[in-house]
């Protein structure tokens, strides 16, 4: 076919695809001729039709897509004989093919290009060969035939832009008038802001945060250098919220919420340059949480420095309520991610409890806008509305009000969320931790793999009978007026936290197993807050020192999020149950103060040191080594 300039539609395709960053195009005459080219190719593909009519971005967006190695383009349009029919869930390809084969349950058609992932290049040159022999659209059967195989797919879904697929030149006419009509760098700007965010990021940040966004593209700030200026803001915030007066409360909490905006600007900047980058997503998720926990050491020291009781005690509690959750919706997230991909007949029995709320869910999240829809997403007390509630709080109160709002407010939805989702995995019955390198999200060290085994009871019992022990000496430390004559309790505790260790070895397959890490985490933490108060540390070095736990913690999960290997130095960070043998010694000795600095202070190095290797000197290694080697006299080898 023939565009309005007058080149085939197939040459412009061409020209758009070395715009969004092809650096060698070449057209195949049939699937064979695919499989022998990706055989030997050596970085991800873009794979197209000759019918596909489109903005330039939309092209540009599926070749830089974040989201996963493969990513296949797909519209909303009904589906038509010839092209392959698509089921997705939560983002995924989970189906694949003829409609009548996906029976009744398509909520797509393929949009005719796809990217595929280096490691996934063998399995396409084995589709394109199983493939070409059968009848439709070339590019549709070996979509088709890549999902068949079982490949991860991530669907991209076209919005503001457009994309279309073309059979006639009437057809072809329609399409070309409704790319025209549509300002492409305008839309790309509104595509920046996320299409399903929480109620307070969508209607007072979302408004007015892409003329940052320009402003920032056009001063050439980078992703990193916004999320770096965000951290300055939520860390002056802290500081006006331990200084403490109604100026500097206010002033902090109008800092925290531009903190707040530029959070959201960050990965806006990022999705309109398409900037990303596995190391940028990764400090953007370890910033987050650095700067929660700094707002959380503001404001308790301002409840301190303000005699309005023990701030430091209502900080930790916060920031390690905070933590747990978090540990929870990373592996819940996970849990739901595998149940997508697994045929639905796997996924649990039909009906009860659990499939009804399933179905309550998917109903609610897809009316988009409605009450529901919005309590749904608020309910949870995601980020911003986190920080809209400390900001209102703290400004019109004070830090006391603000820390104990938070606490009552995540109690709650740690409640409501767990409930639920106990509820629904339970009818999804799909294990998560069998899928990953269990010892590492554990975080296991050498102790743990050193126990026995005990099967019959299950690694979730094992974990929340470990997380007990701490819980009720920190409660006793608590509730008496000399905490320091439990520290014949210490090593009491201690024992029943290695129960935790027990089930180490045992298959966490288990329906509700995903809970472990986050178990495991809360017991960790209770042991050394406990250690803490029986050895009279005070409440600032504490909170640094589960602060160090929590910024461990959150790199192994931003690395399983990033999908990245294991920090260089894991193994020696000494384990969950290593670190706390270490602080039971001190607090039975009484140097606990000394033991909490010093494994901090270990801890921390061992954290800054694995990011530079992990970030900077093994890449930098490996860019070196990928280099062609210069022969001798000067001259490269032919």
């Known amino acids: 076919m023939t565009t309005a300039t007058g080149e085939p539609l197939a040459d412009r395709l061409a020209a758009q695809l070395r715009q969004a960053g092809a650096t060698d195009v070449r057209f195949a005459a049939t699937l064979d001729e695919v499989g022998t080219l990706v055989a030997d190719a050596s970085a991800p593909v873009l794979v197209t039709g000759t019918d596909l009519v489109a903005h330039t971005a939309v092209l540009r967006h599926l070749a830089t897509s974040p989201v996963g190695p493969t990513v296949a383009l797909v519209l909303g349009d009904p589906p038509v004989p010839g092209r392959a029919a698509v089921r997705e869930e939560r983002g995924q390809v989970v189906d694949a093919g003829a409609l009548d084969a996906l029976d009744g349950d398509a909520t797509g058609v393929f949009g005719g290009a796809l990217r595929v992932g280096v490691d996934d290049l063998p399995t396409l040159a084995a589709a394109a060969r199983a493939a070409a022999g059968g009848s439709g659209a070339a590019v549709d059967r070996l979509f088709a035939g890549l999902a068949a195989l079982g490949t991860l797919i991530f669907a991209q879904r076209v919005r503001l832009l457009v994309a279309r697929r073309v059979e006639s030149a009437d057809e072809l ?67 006006l919220f331990g200084v403490g007066g109604r100026p500097a409360l206010v002033g902090g909490a109008v800092l925290l919420y531009l903190g707040f905006v530029l959070d959201c ?111 749904k997403r608020t309910v949870v007390f995601p980020i911003g509305e986190r920080w809209a509630l400390i900001a209102l709080t703290v400004a019109l109160f004070n830090p006391l009000v603000s820390l104990t709002a938070v606490l009552v407010w995540g109690v709650l939805a740690f409640a409501y969320t767990g ?192 990011v530079v290797l992990a970030w900077f000197v093994r890449p930098a290694r490996s860019a070196r080594a990928s280099v062609t080697p210069v022969g001798a006299g000067g001259a490269a080898p032919r």
Not at 208 to 226: D, F, H, I, K, Q
């Open 419 to 610: 409930a639920l989702r106990t509820l629904r995995a339970r009818w999804m019955w799909v294990p998560v931790l069998d899928t990953v390198d269990t010892t590492l999200h554990r975080d296991d060290g050498p102790l743990a793999r050193l126990l026995p085994v005990v099967r019959p009871m299950g690694p979730l019992t094992l974990a929340v009978i470990a997380a007990l022990g701490p819980a009720v000496l920190l409660v006793a430390a608590l509730l008496t007026d000399t905490p320091d004559g439990l520290r014949w309790a210490v090593p009491v505790a201690l024992l029943v936290l290695l129960v935790g260790g027990l089930g180490a070895g045992a298959a966490h397959n288990g329906p509700l197993d995903w809970l472990v890490p986050a178990a495991l985490r809360a017991a960790e933490y209770l042991f050394a807050i406990a250690v803490g108060v029986v050895g009279g540390v005070p409440g600032w070095l504490i909170f640094g020192y589960v602060f160090v736990l929590t910024v461990h913690h959150y790199d192994l999960t931003a690395r399983l999020e990033k999908r990245q290997a294991a920090p260089p130095l894991h193994a020696a960070t000494l384990g969950w149950e290593g670190r706390s043998a270490l602080l039971a010694l001190t607090a039975i000795v009484g140097v606990a103060g000394s033991g909490l600095a010093t494994l901090g202070a270990y801890l921390l190095v061992l954290f800054v040191v694995s």
């Open 265 to 375: 600007v960050d990965g806006q900047l990022a999705r309109y340059t398409r900037n990303f980058s596995a190391w940028g997503g990764w400090l953007d998720t370890m910033a987050d949480r650095a700067k929660e926990c700094l707002v959380y050491a503001g404001l308790g020291f301002g409840v301190s420095h303000a005699g309005l009781g023990n701030g430091w005690a209502l900080a930790i509690a916060a920031m390690t309520l905070q933590t747990v959750r978090h540990m929870t919706d990373t592996w819940y997230g996970v849990l739901h991610d595998e149940a997508a991909r697994r045929p639905r007949t796997t996924t649990g029995a039909s009906g009860g409890i659990g499939d009804r709320l399933n179905a309550a869910s998917t109903r609610v999240q897809a009316d988009t806008g409605s009450l529901s829809y919005w309590l």
């Open 173 to 239: 006419t329609a399409a070309e008038a409704a790319v025209t009509a549509v300002d492409e760098d305008r839309a790309e700007l509104r595509l920046s802001v996320k299409e399903k965010d929480d109620f307070f990021s969508t209607y007072f940040v979302s408004t007015w945060s892409p003329y940052l966004v320009r402003l920032a593209a056009r001063l050439r700030l980078t992703p990193t250098g916004v999320t770096a200026i965000s951290v300055l803001f939520a860390l002056a915030a802290a500081v």
